[in-house]
């Protein structure tokens, strides 16, 4: 056999329309009629509203209606939560797609105003003139839950929005024997995620059908249809999502928002197409954030470093409402993944959700992992500092050994498959981890603070079971589905669920046709993003795409292969059982001359002049996937900084991520997802965070003061990978959108620390702003 | 106001409001829509375009300033239905993911190269400061540059 697609780099299949201005996002849609929708928004985080005023607004050149709060209500229901986490009273409170009486947020949306075009639009929302009383506000998670907190909803009782628990073993017992515990508060600052493409939504009522569109730059236009459905009351076979080209979305285009429901409404009330797209200043007040937790943790572990015992209770912000899919993050994707790659008999956590007066949270690239590893990952390294022991050597004792083929944690989960160590010795041996200890014990001497951070980390994606998707509240199934149809002319189309928007899906899922099949790559053409186009799925987040909606590609086109096989040996009139397929032909065994390409087996599907009794015509065919299981990669990133002592400032010098995704489709592809993901949680570590004043007023608001990573200060990220192919997978795959994030954030924070560690400097909040390392370094704290 | 440009070599003539922004010109007069809009403060280079030959920023640019310059897009790029070469770069080496600042990057390298033909790869990120992409962490970009640097014979 030549060289397998699987597995090859080839270049992506979607960038030619990428580089050359030629792709389609939904804020270059443009239809006949087209009008646009501006939003007004609360300025306030926590008002009443006494009254609106829009008579000039709707005077004003241009413009064609003006709705507040009062025209909504009645016709657009709530915006439903879809994440209710049983055992653990989650109130879902009502979130109105426009506030009518009580704002919660700066960003909450107050009128909508219809122009001709979107200047006249905008002109128009300074026209609008509304009566607050301010309210005072909340932020602080924690604070929130307090005695004394304003109150956010009546039917809320101390802003709490659900309380979550989770155990395995006995952690009380385990503390109460522990010959030594660690405690730490950790911060995990909010964060803006920041897709380059802000939000974007083009709607289009076609009254005498009855009809909906939606352009909509999402991860999951299925989900956005069976929402709009039970937002709108248009029925949902009378509702088409499109989601075009859409730019980035690392979580936060997974929510269903207000803001295209208000779209919709105005289509519906206009008859008129109706776009909307917001500006980075609005997208960073009305479009969800990411983390937002308090964490008070506790870990127990034997004198010679064995971790006996994990708890902590989390104080995690939810924003003014519950996001589609808020409540699940800090609970089943964070609390279940406290045992990490570690043996932990013993663990609880204790999970609150809070309202308070900010934009709401979602999944931000990771979601809950992240979290879950910077927590354990910060524990142990606090550990080995008040045992004296290496931070990898307190590692080495913990890690979970080797397994193929399913390991139970106490939380509850069953991993997959691991190899935890090998991937720790790959990062140790690339790293010449001991050198690099020597170099900073000389360094220091010199008055040069460098820093080490290692991180194991192993985390749950690939979501999931639908079965465990139900038992954990989550609003619908976590399978996904392909139909690979051929044509006459031996063309492939892949019809997929999953929405990808960046990760290369039309490469890779081609390449697994190619694979399965034999075809050119070049022969194959993946569709998705249309709800009218596309079987059902469930989206595009928790590095699913490729884990189950590959794995629903891969065996359609096994299904095809066997039908190809059955026509094959009728068509060379052989034993049905004496046929076999390899390289894209169907053979006689023994005969390899006698054959038939699947091409041929496609035109003669296609026609169906002869054909075996009883078989239909046609050469497609459709898979519904529901994983078994979730998948685990893992791996160990090492992160290496020099802090200037004069000035606080902290140079990243070298970055070692390494990396096991079970078998890899596309390497090049992989890296790029291991790259990006990287650096985001560098930016969480040390430059990116949402603040706000203590009335809620978003002071980070605008890319002038939110600090993104920028090329000039990363180095390049040193990319290993061990391989480990999930024993349930039907193409031994596990996700990699994430884990870079997941793994990144502790590798460097623990980098600062331990650069800092000579002047008893234990730990700093998030993001390590150099006058933070600097009052730390010189005491000033 | 009366302006005339010249993008990609054609001649566009429009009578605008004075604060129309470039970006708003070439999108929606134009209808090239390759041009992206970020974060409208100048911060994130999405909207990046060449202004008679010189990267601008066409989000924080009036469409009046352009007028009697000519203006290239990512459009007006490939010539003859054949990449440029750095395009060709982006593409061969994964410089990009989700695209939306895909434009601007590849505006902006364009322009680094005609002035450094053969950059380092710190140059290369120095060079790209003013332009944030989300997706790659910058440094398939960076390879691109330095593919491209190489095929132009920098």
Redesign the interface.
Known sequence: MTTRIFGSGI??R???R????????T??IKLPGMVYAAILRSPHAHARIRSIDTSAAAAAPGVLAVYTGADVEGVLKPIPCAWVVPNSDVKQVAYPAIAKDVVRYVGDAVAVVVAEDR?QAEDALELISVDYEVLPAVINPEAALGPNAPQLHADAPKNQAFHWVASGGNVDDAFKSAEVVVKDTIVQQKLIP?????RSAVASWLAPMGELTIWNSTQNPHIVRFITCLVTGVPEHKIRIIAP????G?GSKIAVYPWEMIVAFCAMKLGLPVKWTE???ENYVATTHGRDHIERVELAATRSGKITGLRATVYAGMGAYLSTAGPGIPTILHGLMYSGPYAIPNIRADVYGVFTNSTPVEAYRGAGRPEATFLLERMIDLLAVQLNLDPVEVRRRNLIPKFDNGYDVAIGLKYDSGDYQKALDTALTHTSYNRLRQEQQQLRQHGKYMGIGVVCYCEICGLGPSQVAGAVGFGGGLWESAIVRFYATGKVNVFVGTSP????EETTFAQIIADELGVPVDDVEVVHGDTDLTPMGWGTYGSRTTVVGGAAVALSARKIREKGRLLAAHLLEAAEADVEYADGKFFVRGSPDKSKTIQDIALMANVAWNMPQGMEPGLEATTFYDPPNFTFPFGTHIAVVIVDPDNGHIDLTKYVAVDDCGRQINP??V??QI??????GVGQALWEGAVYDQNGQLLTG???DYA?????L?P??ETLSTTTPSPHNPLGVKGIGET?TIASTPAVYNAVIDALRHLGVTGLEMPLTPEKVWRAIHQQG | MNIQVKVNGKSYQADV?P??LLVHFL?DVAG??????????S??G?CVVLMDGVTVKSCTCLAVHANGSSIT???G??QDGK?HAV?EA???K?G????????GM?LTVTELLQRNPKPT??Q???G??G????????????RAALAAAEALGG
């Not at chain 1, 050359?20 to 996002?25: C, D, I, R």
């Not at chain 2, 090239?32 to 403060?41: A, E, N, S, V």
């Open positions: 270049r992506r979607e960038d030619p990428l580089i050359t201005g030629k792709a389609t996002y804020d270059d200047y920041n897709a380059m493409e802000p080209e859409v730019g980035g690392f500006t980075r200043t928007h960046g990760q290369g090049m592809v890296e790029g790259h990006g993901g990287v650096v985001q605008s890319m002038l993104l990573p920028r090329a000039h990363l390049d990220v870079g | 409001e604060r129309m999108r090239l829509t390759g041009t992206k809009i970020g974060c409208d403060t911060q994130c999405s897009t990512i459009e790029l490939a990449l395009q982006f593409w061969n994964h990009l993911q989700c695209g939306y600042c895909t434009a590849i790869a710190e290369v990120r120095q790209l400061k332009n944030i992409c989300r997706c790659t962490g910058y440094q398939n970009i960076v």
